[in-house]
């Protein structure tokens, strides 16, 4: 946009998607985020890998009645946010593996023009790297 | 050095917007610059212009604006965040046939670009919350 720096902005997601509004909430900053041209990652960490859980049903006719974003995810690399990463610690102490979360993919314009995965499965030493080399960090 | 504020929880409930404040007042009385102090999920109730707390205790939303108009502080209040927690200005009020507006002075409502521009712009981004 009007702005030719470059930053990190790392938004780290640490709560469960429907018992607070943090996790939509902070979906909706990296969506308009996107559109900054940003050096942008995710990173999922203690609750907040239950995000990423595939097969969520929380709409209106399931009886919960809260609008469903899990699938707005999947948008992601549409977005070129394609730098997913998840907390292996906090998937196993959920009983979680990285089958039980949505395929998040993005299309390698760069490359191949191949899709692949935009998620890694880090562990805390990975993670902390992570934040330390970050502009910004922004934690809900 | 040119400090972004990031206010995350609303007032009274939670500590964030008092050590936002103490923090952001500390800051400009030190010769700092803010960018900006951006109000989001429920720290936009900070800007509402109907609270009414005991008069012995501190009063969260008039602090911030005697602080905006003394050093011409920007505060941004997430429209997004607002419109869903019924925090409306004039204008927002008008255009979705509302008949109150609460927003108080100092504050004005804008998108979350206004956040992202304050992480380009500042040389910290501090984020008060949770």
């Known amino acids: 946009m009007e702005d030719e720096v470059i930053k990190k902005f790392l938004y780290v997601n640490r709560k469960a998607p429907y018992g607070t509004i943090y996790a939509l909430e902070s979906l909706e900053v990296v969506l308009i985020g996107a559109a900054f041209d940003q050096d942008v990652s995710l990173a999922f960490i203690d609750d907040g890998v239950y995000q990423l859980k595939k097969d969520q049903k929380t709409s209106v006719d399931s009886g919960i009645g809260m609008k469903d974003f899990s699938k707005t995810y999947l948008a992601l690399g549409d977005y070129d946010v394609n730098k997913i990463y998840v907390d292996k610690a906090s998937l196993d102490e959920r009983g ?7 395929e998040l993919v993005y299309e390698d314009e760069d490359d191949d023009y191949k899709e692949k995965s935009s998620i890694s499965i880090v562990n805390q030493d990975e993670l902390a790297l992570l934040m330390e080399q970050q502009d910004v960090v922004l934690s809900f | 050095m040119k400090f972004g504020i990031l206010v995350n929880e609303g007032p009274y409930q939670h500590q964030a917007s008092d050590s936002a404040y103490q923090f952001t007042k500390a800051a400009l009385e030190k010769g700092h610059e803010i960018f900006r102090v951006f109000f989001y999920h429920d720290g936009v109730y900070n800007a509402s212009r109907l609270l009414v707390p005991p008069q012995d205790d501190r009063h969260i939303a008039n602090r911030w604006s005697a602080l905006s108009k003394e050093y011409k502080l920007d505060l941004v209040v997430c429209i997004a ?7 409306l200005d004039e204008n927002e009020a008008k255009r979705q046939g509302k008949d109150a507006h609460n927003i108080a002075e100092g504050f004005h409502i804008s998108g979350l670009g206004q956040l992202i521009e304050a992480g380009i712009q500042s040389e910290r981004l501090v984020v008060f919350g949770d």
């Open chain 1, 96 to 102: 979680l593996t990285a089958d039980d979360l949505m």
């Open chain 2, 81 to 87: 965040a607002a419109q869903r927690r019924g925090m």
